[in-house]
């Protein structure tokens, strides 16, 4: 299978990835191409930077969450564009074990035998920059880079001095970016602002990469990605059994943390995805279950607290048994309270426990086993997933049951993570759903709606 591609990675996190992708991908749109955009790992702010720049929806490629048969899946199941483009994440062999690749940016690009193009830091280094690129080409026997990108170059006379360091590895120079303050984009203490805020910029996004995309050498880029190896591999998607049950999801400011594929699963296992807002809208869509996802509810915990209807409204629900599934921002809000700013708002209060915000990130790739029945799955199975946050529940009551009891990760309280009550599922624990969960979701929605 014939799909032209290019993965974009850096030496270490804070290079400059998103943003060089934001380049790469106006530049090819400028050349009249259309660009189907991947984020390899975990993350869901970056990918909303991609969705916004390139007009389509960014896919997560995570080989800890989705498994070699998910990666291929999704790339190929959504690389319907002239071009795909990949961004890498941390390091390009920083992987899911300290002393392992595995998950990392170079296992996903030997997965989908893409080309990659390295992103290399020239601040405060000249020379010296052509030992680290002949360490990262070198330190596999193929490590799929065919060229690099030098970034934060400070003068033409720096420029100059890091090119001829770099002649003898016999790689192109696919662009020099010179240091500007203004090419950064904005960020909190989980990275880039989602776009879906008010407060992000996105005609400050297009500019950023319209200047970007003006430092590199696009044409040469799109010859790389054009030419990248057929894939030698076939889709395995298939329908599941539908149900006609509608899940009402919580998309605004305040929750958007989902991954696209999620989504896309429900809809294919039958169910129809009505979108509200916690934030704005006085009561929930007719439905039969809810899906809460991740985000920043502190951040707009005040207006989230204010929106009593719809906190009654999700807890009456709740109690009457309908299926909700939350994971960590959702988890936060059908809690209490969120304290934020030495201030204590009112949340759902499906849960008898409060959020207090802490300075400490609790950041982690999650294993464990279902052991309790649960809106995942009504047996005992396996899960794997991911915890990136701020907060910590607090004043737990002693009644409540934890579905998840982990192996790898930190979980809400003593390895324990997906916290159980009526029939309601809520965790700091994002996961990317299979075929199996997403039946058991869609099949207990179907048992609320015939209530």
Sequence with gaps: MKIPRILIAGTKSDIGKTSITLGIIFGILKKGYSVQPFKVGPDYIDPSYLTEISNNQARNLDVWLMEKNGILNSFINNSSSNISVIEGVMGFYDGAYGDSDFASTYHVSALLK????????????????????????????????????????????????????????????????????????????????????????????????DRISNFLNI??????????????????????????????????????????????????????????????????????????????????????????????????????GIPIYAECGGLMYLAQSISYTNTKHSMVGVFDADVKMTNKLKLNYTKGIINSSCLLSSEETKINGHEFHYSEINNIGQDYKFAYELSVGLGMKNKKDGLLSYNTLASYMHTYFNKYQTQNITYECLKYSKK
């Design 114 to 209: 893409t080309p990659v193009i390295l992103i290399l830091d020239a601040s405060k280094i000249a020379r010296s920059i052509a030992a680290i690129a002949l360490g990262y080409t070198k330190l596999k026997k193929n490590s799929n880079i065919v060229g690099f990108i030098l970034n934060k170059i400070h003068s033409k006379k720096h420029e100059d001095i890091c090119k001829q360091a770099l002649e003898n590895l016999n790689l192109p120079i696919l662009g020099s970016i010179y240091y500007d303050n203004d090419l950064s984009l904005d960020s909190r203490y989980l990275g880039l602002l989602p776009v879906s805020e008010k407060s992000v910029s996105v005609d400050k996004i297009k500019k950023t990469a």
């Design 219 to 320: 044409d040469k880029i799109i010859d790389i990605a054009s030419n990248s190896t057929n894939l030698e591999i076939k889709s395995h998607y298939t329908k599941n059994k539908i149900n006609n049950v509608k899940i009402a999801v919580a998309l605004d400011q305040s929750f958007n943390f989902y991954y696209r594929d999620n989504l896309d699963l429900l809809e294919r296992s039958g169910a129809e995805i009505k979108y509200f807002s916690p934030l704005y809208d006085s009561k929930l869509p007719s439905c039969d279950g809810i899906y809460i996802g991740g985000g920043f509810p502190e951040i707009f915990s005040d207006t989230l607290e204010r929106n009593t209807s719809m906190r009654r409204d999700i807890k009456k629900l709740a109690e009457n």
